[in-house]
């Protein structure tokens, strides 16, 4: 859209001031006529004053000429004059009258001027008032029409989920009506076998007691004829001497039992982990490799790539032993995931969440797994059977971290709300609140026994707490920029600290002091909760850039070990167990890294 010209603003402005004119238009013509008038009055008494100076002029003259040689004629002459001179006094009288009417309404007109510029003014003021409040008003309607956009995109969202909702509610019904179906179908089944169960049963019964019969009758049969045999006892073919029916006796020396179940033990296949994968459901054997061991080895290719989600992966997590991996995005779910060869084989989809996943954590016992989401939540899902058991509200913003604290029985969450809080999962309350004055990004422990956490801080601070005891921050630090994660390695000695000017910090736990402030060219963090990870024992850090370049470190020494570039975009998420390391970026994909 370009711009007015300068002339047709200047017109416009003009024309605007002739129709505020207008209505005085008549009055000015009015007041420009009498200034006409009083014009032409003014030059009448001055041509007028000019003939009466000539007159007295002319009447001295004529007195002079009088005195000098008098006469009748003289006389006449003077009194003509005289009469002159009369008339111009009248109507200069005249002229002065007129001119003092003219005077009067001159004033008049002045007076009612200066009282339609009064009123002018008061017009425009009022026009400026109205114009301010015109400004003000549409300034709201502007706020209000955003608010009208956000409401409207959030009722749309809330459709949305209402509709996926009432679509997953339509396909859990539809699944319970054939489960139900295929446990009617089963049942009659079971009927079914336990009644021809029963028929035999009875068919088996009836057997018995016709046997029975038999045998009465033969046992009277033969004690009618005795008889008595005294010749030597003879052996069976296996050398034992026939039992009183007739049949070989078993040695009882020889332990032909436990022989026999000894070599069926040998040749029984040894039980093998194994894992069923939802999509073939083909069981195959768990991958070696996930062990939750110490040994660590420096990535170099990817092992396996894949689509994990429907939107960016923002959390991924190794569990303790290293078996079970657990990956959270933007889609609302967390997916488990086992490594079959060089392919990751989705196992389970934990729902629930209203919001996305922005962290996850395991129970030291991998029996439960915590997520972190954004619709102000924390939730729990037991790992046996894979169901929601525990949802944890009480923060006022995005919950952006939680892990568990010891041993599994409290946890810790920071939030965006500017607070951290501390949960106890067997009562499922809050039992301790602390007021960091500053949007939590990260939160970690920093002992062994879980009472010790440390948080990280949208103002670049990294606090310190005691669970134990306090309301406040026992110690803080400052750092170089905000800080959008932290980790530490399983000795709990020192945490990596990521921060928005894109370095790595590592800090001594038992100092508090910065042992090394790692950074290089093509390390740039590509959002405000971008994860590092330390490897379990605490020799390599590892952070993605927003290149999609993955950096690792040597923690003891601050020198980089190696860089590997196989995302195509941001590497927001990253987690090490032992020799295995993973990473997420905002494109749902997910690499598993290897050394060979």
Known sequence: MTEPDFREII??????????????????????????EVAGLRHDNFQLNIQLEKLKQDNLDLQVKAEAGGGAEKSERYVAIERKLFRAQEELTEVHRTKGANAQQLYNLNLALQENEKEKNVANDRLREKDEEIKKLKEELENLNQKYDELFQGNQTLRDEHNALHLMCNQLETKLRDSQSENSDLVQKLLEIKNLQAEQIEKERANVNMNKKNSMTATATTTTTTSVSTALPTTTSNGSPPSADGSPQKRSGFPFSRFGEA???????????RTTSQETGIETPRSPAHQGCLYVTLPSR??????????????????????????????????????????????????????GITNIDFDPQEQLLIACSSDYAVRLWTMSIQRLKLTLTGHQGKVLSARYLGYGH???????????????????????????????????????????????????????????????????????????????????????????????????????????????????????????????????????????????????????????????????????????????????????????
């Open 11 to 36: 017109f416009k402005k003009l024309k605007e001031r002739n129709e505020a004119n207008d209505r005085f238009a008549d009055l000015i013509q009015s007041h420009n006529q009498l200034f006409e």
């Open 263 to 273: 070599v069926s033990d040998f040749f029984r296949p040894k039980p093998v982990a």
């Open 302 to 355: 990817s092992r396996c790539k894949w689509k994990a989600h429907e939107g960016e992966v923002s959390s991924v997590k190794f569990s303790a032993s290293g078996e079970i991996l657990a990956t959270g995005g933007s889609d609302k779910v967390v997916r488990l995931w086992s490594v079959v060869g060089e392919k990751c084989m989705m196992e389970h989809t934990l729902r629930g969440c209203n919001g």
């Open 410 to 596: 409290r946890l810790v969450s920071g939030s965006n709300d500017r607070t951290v809080k501390v949960w106890d999962l067997k009562s499922g309350s809050c039992v301790k609140t602390y007021l960091a004055g500053s949007s939590c990004n990260d939160v970690v422990t920093t002992d062994q026994s879980g009472e010790c956490v440390a948080s990280g801080h949208f103002d670049r601070k990294l606090r310190f707490y005691d669970t134990r005891s306090g309301s406040s921050a026992t110690s803080e630090m400052s750092l170089g920029g905000r800080i959008t994660s932290l980790d530490t390695p399983l000795d709990k000695n020192s945490v990596v600290c990521c921060t928005k000017d894109h370095t790595l910090e590592i800090i001594d736990l038992r100092k508090r002091s910065v042992l090394h402030s790692l950074s290089h060219d093509y390390f740039k963090v590509a959002t405000d909760y971008s994860r590092c990870a330390f490897s379990p024992s605490g020799e390599y850090v590892a952070v993605g850039s927003s290149d999609g370049t993955l950096l690792v470190w040597n923690a003891s020494s601050g020198d980089l070990e190696t860089t590997v570039h196989e995302h195509d975009d941001p590497v927001i998420s990253c987690s090490w167990n032992g020799g295995n390391l993973i990473t997420g970026d905002k494109a749902r994909n997910c690499i598993l890294w290897t050394d060979v």
